[in-house]
């Protein structure tokens, strides 16, 4: 049984329709990748999952469990966490507190949320060091791990990331397609949009999305290279 199974998701904005129909499955512990150009609906698929935008039909089944209709508070609740793209983080508060915000849900928990606190830390020692600098301050980069960091504080089994790299200098993007792995390897089932294509060292499974349709799902990079589009979409 797989932990996310879309089937026929169709959705859009207003009238206009975007997602045309996706089916595809994600087994607990993955991390898949998806790719695509500008424009192909990663980031709508995405907030279809999360609940902040509404499915016009299909199924979207979370650990078994139809989640279609749940709203986003609710998916969290189960396991279900963005981090949407753009380094949403709050400029004017510290790296603590934007953590601590991550946890909102489950604040009651002092002791869970100091643990999860220091796991962050852990992954991303950067932000320890940082840990009382206003966000708005901090570079790019580091922005980028808070929001991911953020993400973990609400104790996700399904973080969906969406384009984490975008801006980054390639081995400052590398090092956290590594640090996404490692997530993973803890029993974290991941999604990870990308543009980056070196994003497909550390996939487990690849999904590419084109006009709203997905137009490739495999396991990882060695099927992808067997095809041409790893050099049609990838260069
Ligand atoms: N709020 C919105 N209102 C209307 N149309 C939208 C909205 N958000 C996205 N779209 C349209 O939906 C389509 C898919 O957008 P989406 O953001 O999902 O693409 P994407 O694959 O994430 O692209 P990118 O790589 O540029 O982030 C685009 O044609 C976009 O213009
Ligand atoms: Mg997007």
């Known amino acids: ?23 595809f499955a994600v087994e607990q512990g993955e991390l898949a990748v998806m790719l695509g150009l500008n424009g192909a609906g990663k980031s709508t698929t995405m907030m279809a999952i999360a609940g902040l935008l509404k499915t016009w039909s299909g199924s979207i089944s979370f650990e078994d469990a139809s989640v279609g209709r749940l709203d986003t508070a609710k998916r969290v609740q189960r396991g279900i966490v963005l981090v949407p793209e753009g380094r949403r983080v709050f400029p004017a508060l510290s790296v603590t507190v934007n953590l601590r915000l991550g946890a ?30 206003l966000a708005g301050t901090m570079s790019g980069g580091e922005q980028q791990m808070l929001a991911v960091g953020r993400g973990l504080m609400a104790d996700p089994k399904l973080l969906l990331i969406d384009e984490a790299s975008l801006g980054l200098a390639p081995k400052t993007a590398q090092e956290l397609f590594q640090t996404v792995k490692q997530i993973s390897k803890t029993g974290v089932t991941v999604i990870m949009v990308e543009q980056n294509a070196g994003a497909l060292d550390v996939a487990d499974r690849a999904f590419i999305m084109e006009k709203g349709t997905l137009i490739f799902q495999g396991a990882g990079d060695e099927e992808l290279k067997a095809t041409d589009l790893r050099a049609a979409y990838l260069g």
């Open 1 to 23: 049984m797989p932990l996310l199974e879309l089937t026929d998701v169709r959705t859009g904005y207003g009238s206009l329709p975007v997602l045309h129909g996706i089916s």
């Open 104 to 133: 909102w849900v489950r604040r009651r928990d002092r002791k869970a949320l100091k643990e999860r606190m220091e796991k962050v830390f852990e992954y991303f020692p950067r932000l320890a060091e940082r840990r009382n600098q």
